[in-house]
């Protein structure tokens, strides 16, 4: 089983496996810890990653980028439109209101989703820790920002399922570093709470969380972010500082040709980074566009003025993380800075100067998430043994149901009242589940919603669940518990629901009455609600202990509006109660993604992509080779070949050496594999016999050498 972390980040996405000897971030093909966050489509094959990034220029409308700020969002999302505005690639509304993204694939026009190209590039990645592990990766663990949606969530994990992989857990990309930062730690207080605050800026977003250190345990007191606040926004602000400028000193307008926007863009991502260890920069970009090449310069404080409106916002997640975890500036013990836009040096004077000291860069700021990613793969995973770590984790959106009240009889007409609870507050621990009680005669539904839309963007509703269908023996309202939990990656769903039906058994008065109770768990003692009036909410909250409780959270969860009665009444005598539990269907809608069905068949189409990019990679290893021989045996053969041929077998084969170069350069530039193969047997056909009567050659040499040099 693989023990694997991945980091997708905006622009570069990193790996990190775990060894026995411990965690490594790996190198790609290129040598590289880096792999850019790109698919590239081409005429005959992908390109993703590295091979994709070296494409973009060439190809900048197949080229797909940001896919991060894309997934699980409906395409009139506002931030959305926005970031579609940079973008050099077309993202159409598809008819489930979800983003389309169209490339020009195997010489068509084709249409992706978002989940669909995080596939490739976790396709990709994938390949890139088998590479490495010598084995197949499907366990592994995904760094997520905080921020994301329920559908986000479900989108990476369909994302992952395409590309064949089985998340253990999707972690939040803040509580992987400070994972990463605290497990190796050998000085972490035994009663005290070290409280680190990790704050991470991106490439397109801001994360803080506030976390507190113990012996063996890491708790996240809060976590905040800023969705869009990251390097690219100063990238974008250099950007249209520069645009201006050339419009009034070049007469060009940038934005009417997107290889001129990606190259400024690019040009001006650079000049920020020698921003941050320089006082000034120059940006210099020959032929941008109309044949003109154009000259720039800035200093850093005129740049940390046109950053300003971006700067502003830098504070706002900073108190939010303080005011969430309920703690003073001055109790946070220590700031640690990651994620590589944090290297702005305006940054760090905010930082500074809100924490009242001087933040640190102890982390390996750009490896930290896949790391802490692979750490908790390897503790969630059977084969690795890990020191013993807990992470508790908080949940950073307050998480509601609501369902309609149900009529007590058909007189009183009052069906329709909407009623809801809070059953996951903000800050909730991950994982956690809850059970609910309801009074029901029929088939009723839940709404899983967002309590509180304005703490992210999206539409409220997440998902809607029928329950039901069921008949109760005994009463017209049938007691019904639904749980309902919040699994380790984050994500709300109703699990299971129980139809409870009390029966009167004659029980022999037993001997050790005392032992009855302690049999009954914790399902059975449940609220009795049925003696409310009818107008009552008929819903009952109350904690249950998660078995699966992977990493050992406790649900210490607020009480819930109406708090649990035990049945304290149980007395074990004859006629005793007795509860018979039946399982009761459930069916989900969620709002948006993709269908399971559909899941399946994307799994196919990646499989049928990634073997034509196989293919290819192939076919051009073999023309590669055709090219090698040609070249190897022409140098041979007026070389260390020459004694071995005769002037006409030299000449004719010369010849035909030349006549395959050329080939390669014009009829055989585009050929199959399989041609290229056939080609280099023909050679070899002709070259074998020379380099065998060479080696002959060279073999008895030596012998012969030897035995001169004995006698
Ligand atoms: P995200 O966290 O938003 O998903 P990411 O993890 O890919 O994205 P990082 O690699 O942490 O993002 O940061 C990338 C950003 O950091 C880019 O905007 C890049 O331009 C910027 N950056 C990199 N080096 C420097 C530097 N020396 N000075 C300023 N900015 C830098
Ligand atoms: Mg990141
Ligand atoms: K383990």
């Keep these: 089983m693989s023990v694997v972390g991945f980091d997708f980040g905006n622009e570069n996405c990193l790996v990190a496996v775990a060894r ?152 939040h990309e803040t509580t992987a570093t400070a994972l990463a930062y605290g497990i190796y730690k050998t000085d972490l207080p035994e009663n005290d709470q070290l409280n680190v605050a990790f704050v991470d800026v991106g490439h397109a977003s801001m994360q803080v969380c506030i976390a507190g250190f113990k012996k063996g345990q890491l708790k996240i007191l809060a976590h905040s972010f800023d969705r869009s606040l990251g390097g690219r926004d100063f990238d974008e602000a250099l950007f249209q500082h520069f645009t201006t400028k050339f419009k009034a000193e070049y007469h060009i307008d940038v934005n009417q040709n997107a290889r001129a926007c990606l190259r400024l863009r690019a040009a001006c991502e650079k000049l920020k980074k020698v921003l941050s260890a320089n006082p000034e920069a120059p940006l210099n970009i020959e032929c941008l566009m109309e044949e003109k090449d154009v000259r720039g310069f800035i200093k850093r404080e005129e740049f940390e003025q046109i950053s300003i409106p971006i700067l502003e916002r830098v504070k706002r997640p900073l108190e939010k993380a303080l005011q969430d975890a309920g703690l003073a500036v001055e109790n946070v013990h220590t700031v640690e800075v990651v994620g590589s836009a944090s290297r702005i040096p305006s940054i760090m004077k905010i930082l500074t100067e809100f924490f009242g000291k001087e933040p640190k860069r102890t982390m390996n700021s750009s490896e930290c998430v896949s790391r802490g ?132 058994v004659e029980v022999p008065v037993t001997k050790e009455p005392s032992k009855e109770p302690a049999k009954m768990d914790t399902d059975e003692v449940l609220s009795d609600a049925a003696t409310k009036g009818p107008n009552e909410a008929d819903a009952n909250m109350e904690e249950a202990k998660s078995a699966a409780d992977a990493s050992g959270v406790e649900n210490g969860v607020p009480e819930a509006d109406k708090p649990t009665q035990m049945e304290t009444d149980i007395k074990v005598e004859a006629p005793k109660k007795k509860v018979k539990k039946t399982n009761i269907p459930v069916s989900e809608v969620v709002y948006g993604g993709i269908p399971a069905a559909e899941v399946e068949k994307l799994v196919e189409k990646e499989y049928e992509m990634a073997l034509q990019d196989r293919v290819m990679e192939e076919t051009k290893e073999k023309k590669n080779a055709v090219e090698a021989y040609v070249y190897d045996m022409r140098n041979k053969l007026s070389d260390k070949y020459q004694e071995f041929v005769t002037d006409p077998e030299r000449e004719g084969f010369t010849a035909k050496l030349q006549e395959t170069e050329d080939w390669l350069y014009e009829d055989g530039e585009d050929e199959t594999k399989g041609v290229y193969i056939a080609k280099l047997e023909e050679l070899k056909k002709q070259g074998d016999p020379i380099e065998v009567r060479y080696k002959e050659y060279t073999e008895r040499g030596p012998v012969l050498d030897q035995l001169v040099y004995c006698i």
């Design 20 to 171: 026995q000897r411990g965690i490594d971030v790996v190198l790609n093909d290129e040598s590289k810890r880096e792999t850019p966050s790109i698919v590239c489509f081409g005429d005959k094959q992908r390109f993703i990653g590295t091979a994709g990034a070296a494409t973009t220029m060439m190809n900048p409308k197949n080229s797909i980028s940001q896919i991060k700020r894309l997934i699980g969002r409906p395409f009139s999302d506002p931030e959305l439109q926005r970031d579609l505005k940079s973008l050099p690639f077309t993202v159409i509304e598809g008819p489930d209101g979800f983003p389309l993204i169209q490339a020009r694939y195997l010489g068509e026009m084709r249409t992706f989703t978002p989940t669909q190209v995080l596939g490739m590039v976790f396709s990709d990645l994938k390949i890139i820790g088998q590479k490495n592990l010598n084995a197949a990766v499907v366990d592994c663990c995904i760094g997520i920002p905080v921020y994301f949606t329920d559908l986000q969530r479900r989108a990476v994990l369909d994302a992952a399922t395409i590309a064949g992989l089985h998340p253990l857990r999707l972690m």
């Design 373 to 504: 990613c692979a750490l908790q793969c390897a503790i969630l995973s059977p084969t690795f043994k890990v020191r013993e770590f807990q992470v508790q984790e908080c949940f950073p959106f307050s998480i509601a149901i609501s369902w309609k009240g149900a009529a007590p009889d058909s007189q009183n007409g009052a069906a329709d009242n909407q009623q809801g609870t809070i059953v996951f507050p903000k800050g909730n621990p991950i994982p956690s589940i809850k059970a609910l009680t309801f009074y029901r005669s029929g088939t009723f539904s839940i709404d899983v919603k967002y309590a509180d839309v304005s703490e992210l963007q999206a539409p409220d509703k997440i998902s809607t669940y029928t329950i039901g269908p069921f008949q109760s023996t005994k009463s017209e309202r049938a007691k019904v518990k639904v749980k309902v939990r919040l699994n380790l990656h984050g994500i709300v769903s109703v699990e299971s629901a129980t139809l409870l039906e009390e029966e009167e």
